[in-house]
């Protein structure tokens, strides 16, 4: 990755490109530190702090750089974008017109992506809304580490004021939204491309040297503890990063012969090529199905705290804290569960089947049509099988971190948020060589 970045950065067209996605880089952590009008940004901060339970709200806050923590313009991020972009591409394999749509190529595909810009800005409308009176609600009163009582969240709630208060606070938040999903596009057509990518490695990125600061802190106060705890845990994202390389590259090739034809005097076909099936096809997105599914209840809690002992609310909330074994169990399965149904809406095996029909084409040793289909759903299915187990294991290790040591749960270097920077680390890489290979190519007049 360094080497290709260093060849990308002698070329001066591909410099410009590299210093605009720097530029807008820094423009976007900027607006991670402007402040919200009528929010204390420190009663915020210290709210978000005790109610780091490694759920969705604490996930949007890595993600957006604990820009949503200190309540900042950049709050929600691309996040709107994101889930908008999920839902769209959902829609697509269940609604005709849109996979209708979808077939019609650029004009289609252009069709969709204003759809999808749509579907963020009512995304955008509905969070900012929703974390608005999450901390109407919930942050009120908030106490710090010692018990002492820091204050509310907004500093006006009622009467004229709390309304004019309301409509600056979500539309800020709605129109930082819609700014980084510009910022992106602007990094897509004049960067490197990625914009949305990009800026989200930015935002996870944001949150490693507070890790890093966390853990020198407990190793300075506790050296006899932490000093092999650090080392430990250091040593083992190493090893969760090339893991994560290896099995985000690895792939399963199914091989396929296509028949010989004789057209006059030309020969054609015989050739011998692969289907290649990911390992990982599904990447990071069961993991934020499971995730949305299992935050309804913490933030069912959060409308409605401080359940009496013993009652069945109580309980209820118990069995799905992220620090018992029930929540990861199901999280899990959850995983699994999600996994294969991304993949069978990625995958259609009969349409793969019938193609090969077509086109002279077929598995060696597997005769054509349904026993084609059944052969390429059985390796799908043990293809999905390993990549689910995999984001099951990469999504829980924060939360066994978390219950083997408490000082630990704050960490954001582990589990999603390294598979996600890994990945764009990756697609990043492709991208700049994709730009060297263009640039390097002598083409056929030299």
Known sequence: MFHTLRKAWGVPEIRKKILYTLLMIVLFRFGCAVAVP????DVVKTWMTSHQDGGFLDYLNTITGDAMSNATVFSLSITPFINASIIMQLLTYALPPLERMRDEGEEGRKKIEKITAFVAMVLAIFMSFAYYLTLKRGARNVQDS?????G???KYTTGGEGIFAAFVIVTL?????LIVVWMGNRISDKGIGNGISILLFAGIAARFPKDAALLIRLTRDNPSKYLFVTIAYL???LFEIGFIVFMNEAERRIPIQYAKRVVGRKQYGGQKTHIPIKVIMSGVMPIIFAMSFMSLPSAIGMIKPNPQDGSFYSKFLNFFSTRGWGYAVIYFLLIIAFNYFYVSIQYNPVEIANNLRQSNGGIPGIRPGKPTSDYIQRVLNKISL????????IAVIPI??????PQLQTLSMGGTTILIAVSVALETTRTLESHLMMRHHKGFLQ
């Not at 009528?38 to 940004?41: K, P």
Request: aromatic share 18%; no cysteine.
């Open 38 to 41: 009528f929010l204390n940004s």
């Open 146 to 150: 010692d018990g002492n009582i820091v």
């Open 152 to 154: 509310d969240a907004l």
């Open 173 to 177: 938040f709605v129109a930082g939204a």
């Open 235 to 237: 040593l083992f994202i």
């Open 386 to 393: 390993v990549g689910a187990i995999f984001l099951g294991f």
């Open 400 to 405: 066994f971190i978390a219950m083997a040591d």
